[in-house]
């Protein structure tokens, strides 16, 4: 039994998009696209607290449609707990409504920094301190709301093969 809603969760350039497409392709699900970075796309890469509470929302709003009109699994590539994350990175602090969401997924994939960082126009931390402490705050995140989460490396294929063996090992 897989897990109906699955999140890709980790620092930019770790290959959850990717991923997440693969994993749709693969189990016959559907897959939410990262509403941040259409968001960055069109408004700029200049957040504020307003502007990730707007992307967190927005998001949970497409995976709430999505569950609601049968989607099973659910890739989410991304969530509100890795919008609180980007709070975090970006003013050393989040809006409380980031601690009062609850709609989490069954399991999350944690995605390992060990793929190169690619500059695309929307990405902002790529020196190797920023992404270690980006993945740290993501995995602190994770162990601090109690959900479920597996840790996902590997280059290539392996990378892919891992994420099947995470989702494989689930247990409601």
Not at 34 to 50: C, P, V
Not at 105 to 118: C, E, K, M, R, V
Request: glycine share 8%; aromatic share 10%; proline share 5%.
């Amino acid at each position: 039994m897989i897990p109906r809603t699955i999140c890709l969760h980790g620092p930019e350039s770790v290959g959850k998009t990717t991923i997440a497409r693969r994993l749709a392709e693969h189990f016959g699900g559907e897959m939410l696209d990262e509403y941040g970075r259409d968001y960055a796309e069109a408004h700029g890469i200049m957040f504020t607290m307003r502007d990730l509470i707007e992307i967190a929302q927005n998001h949970d709003a497409g995976a709430r449609m999505l569950l609601a009109e049968g989607a099973d699994p659910l890739i989410l590539d991304t969530d509100p707990l890795m919008t609180a994350v980007w709070a975090d990175m970006l003013f050393a602090k989040r809006d409380p409504w980031f601690d009062a969401w609850d709609n989490t997924a069954d399991l999350y994939l944690l995605f390992d920094i060990d793929l190169p960082w690619i500059k695309d126009g929307t990405r902002m931390f790529g020196t190797e301190p920023l992404r270690r402490r980006f993945f740290e705050l993501s995995k602190a995140e994770l162990e601090r709301r109690g959900v479920r989460w597996a840790l996902v490396s590997g280059q290539g294929e392996a990378r892919f093969e891992a994420a099947l063996a995470a989702i494989a090992a689930y247990r409601p």
